[in-house]
Nanobody, 124 residues
């Protein structure tokens, strides 16, 4: 059974930082490209960041503007998202996802497996 379990979400003040983690079991992530998405209430799920198999290439949503960093540790089957300079508009549920295909990494439809999400709330 494949499981992606996100952790690290919570309440943070504007300008603060959070580090999200995604612990994966049931698959070996070295065979997968990994991504983070987010979904705010009433909005569609949107691409946040993606990373290729060994982490050589990373991709980010336009809104990230250098504030977030995605990384992976294939030995630990772990993917992380470091988020700095958080703003209230970053409030959303953040999801980790895995794909063993070659589809467009920014597309929700490209991913085979999803976690349950972790809530990030940015508020003073």
């Amino acid at each position: 059974q494949v499981q992606l379990v996100e952790s690290g979400g919570g309440l943070v003040q504007p300008g603060g930082s959070l580090r999200l983690s995604c612990a994966v079991s049931g698959i070996t992530i070295k065979d997968y490209r990994m991504g983070w998405f987010r979904q705010a209430p009433g909005k569609e799920r949107e691409f946040v960041a993606g990373i290729e198999w060994i982490g050589r290439y990373t991709y980010y949503g336009d809104f990230v503007k250098g504030r977030f960093t995605i990384s992976r540790d294939n030995a630990k089957n772990l993917v992380s998202l470091q988020m700095n300079s958080l703003e209230p508009v970053d409030t959303a549920v953040y999801y980790c996802a895995a794909t063993n295909g070659f589809g467009y990494l920014r597309a929700v439809s490209a991913y085979n497996y999803w976690g349950q999400g972790t809530q990030v709330t940015v508020s003073s």
